[in-house]
C-alpha cells in the first residue's frame, strides 16, 4: 500500500514536471510566433558611409530584424548597430555564427559591434536564438 502511494506521487510530480516544461516552451515559442517582422523579406538597404571611409550598418531589432537584406561596402571597417526598439523575444539573443559573435541585446537602446572590414563576396548573416528571424549583410 504504501508502495503505491510512492509510485503514484513519483507519477504525479513527473506529470507536474512536464506540463510545466511544455508551457515554458510554448511561452517562448509563442513570444517569437506572434511577434510579426518588421520588415519583409525582400526589403533592402544600404550601408551609411560616414567620415573617414568607415561604415555604419543600423539594423532595429522589434518582432524580427529590419532591413533583412543590407549592402555594404567591402574592405572598410564597419560596425554593426543594433538599435533596439521594444524588442522582447527570441531577437534580443543575437548571434553572428561566422565571427563567433553571440550576445544579448537589450529591449531599447543601441549596440555597436565591431565587424571589422569584410572582403568583397562576404555575406554575414545576423539570426536570433531560434533561427526564426535573421538578416544578411552582403559585403560588395
Known amino acids: 500500500m504504501k508502495k503505491n502511494i510512492i509510485n503514484h506521487l513519483k507519477i504525479l510530480f513527473i506529470v507536474i514536471a512536464l506540463l510545466v516544461a511544455i508551457i515554458s516552451i510554448v511561452f517562448v515559442l509563442s513570444s517569437c510566433k506572434n511577434s ?56 534580443t539573443a543575437f548571434y553572428i555564427p561566422k565571427l563567433g559573435i553571440s550576445m544579448m541585446l537589450p529591449s531599447s537602446g543601441n549596440t555597436d559591434i565591431d565587424l571589422g572590414s569584410q572582403d568583397k563576396g562576404t555575406k554575414l548573416t545576423g539570426v536570433c536564438s531560434m533561427g526564426m528571424y535573421s538578416f544578411v549583410i552582403n559585403f560588395n
Do not use: H, W
Open 36 to 91: 510579426s517582422p518588421v520588415a519583409s523579406k525582400t526589403e533592402n538597404s544600404s550601408a551609411s558611409i560616414s567620415s573617414g571611409d568607415s561604415q555604419i550598418i543600423e539594423v532595429t531589432v522589434r518582432g524580427g530584424y529590419s532591413p533583412r537584406r543590407i549592402d555594404a561596402k567591402a574592405g572598410v571597417p564597419t560596425i554593426l548597430r543594433m538599435v533596439s526598439d521594444g524588442a522582447y523575444g527570441c531577437e
